[in-house]
């Protein structure tokens, strides 16, 4: 998948500055799952156009995101805008949008930094949270093995390596848990290492958690919030999705993203609807 030295996922989410705040980007089909492109996908884009703005800044990394969906993104030429809000001494804020002619995809407001710097200079690591418990990946699930119906309408399963915990994949032969989490080791299928742009697509990669609850289908994103901690150290993710309520036809999702030296680097919380019936 590799190209000329580049990753796939480099050469996916790659802009071009075509003016002051502005950036080209042709949408790339690999990414489309269910009824548009994935969401964390748009994000990297968005994510790799506002880390050129702040190139000069000092300030490379995504620290808080949140991202509203207007509509479903397809393959194609797409524009990014992006504004700058407010310079801090650590912290940058900015406005960025992705257009796709006069449809606006997603409109986000960002806050940027260096991680590596923020680490350094902050607290020690503290954390309640417990790491998923993933068998080891011999052991695990993958998802080459999805059903051929998903694969077929999830092109973006082609793009990672996924093994799913062997006790959370029951909705793929019809016989869901219903208990609202499905976990997974989780990589770029051409080995590109995860940093703080990939984790904006990671935190949206394992499927909707409606399949856990015997609801399969697209489920599309309103709106994702995501928090990046830390830089990842390189090697597999272990990346965990959980629900606790579905109503009015929307459902949360929490996710969390453990790197390889047992490290929370991400986290995030997504509204999304429930997929429509067959």
């Known amino acids: 998948?590799?190209?000329?030295?580049?990753?796939?996922?480099?050469?996916?989410?790659?802009?071009?500055r075509t003016g002051t705040g502005v950036y080209a980007r042709d949408l790339a089909d690999g990414w489309r799952v269910g009824g548009g492109l994935n969401g964390g996908y748009l994000l990297a884009v968005i994510g790799t156009a506002v880390r050129d703005q702040l190139a000069a800044t000092g300030k490379p990394d995504p620290v808080a995101v949140s991202a509203f969906y207007a509509s479903a993104g397809v393959a194609g030429p797409a524009e990014v805008r992006v504004r700058p809000r407010?310079?801090?001494?650590?912290?940058?804020?900015?406005?960025?949008?992705?257009?796709?002619?006069?449809?606006?995809?997603?409109?986000?407001?960002?806050?940027?930094?260096?991680?590596?710097?923020?680490?350094?200079?902050?607290?020690?690591?503290?954390?309640?949270?417990?790491?998923?418990?993933?068998?080891?990946?011999?052991?695990?699930?993958?998802?080459?093995?999805?059903?051929?119906?998903?694969?077929?309408?999830?092109?973006?399963?082609?793009?990672?390596?996924?093994?799913?915990?062997?006790?959370?994949?029951?909705?793929?032969?019809?016989?869901?848990?219903?208990?609202?989490?499905?976990?997974a080791w989780y990589r770029l299928a051409d080995g590109r290492e995860p940093d703080p742009v990939s984790l904006l697509q990671a935190l949206d990669a394992l499927p909707p958690l409606t399949f856990d609850l015997g609801m399969p289908g697209w489920a599309p994103t309103l709106e994702l919030t995501c928090h990046l901690r830390l830089r990842p150290a390189p090697g597999w993710l272990k990346v965990q999705h959980t629900t606790r309520n579905l109503a009015a036809g929307m459902f949360e999702e929490d996710c969390e993203v453990w790197d390889s030296a047992g490290r929370l680097v991400a986290q995030a919380?997504?509204?999304?609807?429930?997929?429509?019936?067959?």
């Open 1 to 16: 998948m590799s190209n000329n030295g580049a990753y796939e996922f480099d050469r996916d989410v790659a802009v071009t």
């Open 86 to 183: 407010r310079e801090g001494g650590s912290l940058t804020t900015v406005a960025a949008e992705l257009w796709q002619g006069e449809e606006l995809r997603l409109t986000t407001l960002a806050t940027y930094g260096d991680l590596g710097e923020l680490e350094a200079g902050g607290d020690e690591h503290r954390v309640t949270a417990v790491e998923p418990d993933l068998p080891p990946r011999e052991r695990c699930v993958p998802a080459s093995m999805a059903p051929e119906g998903l694969k077929r309408s999830s092109r973006m399963l082609e793009r990672f390596d996924m093994l799913f915990h062997p006790e959370q994949v029951g909705w793929a032969v019809g016989e869901p848990a219903r208990k609202g989490i499905i976990s």
């Open 269 to 278: 919380r997504q509204l999304a609807r429930v997929p429509r019936p067959a």
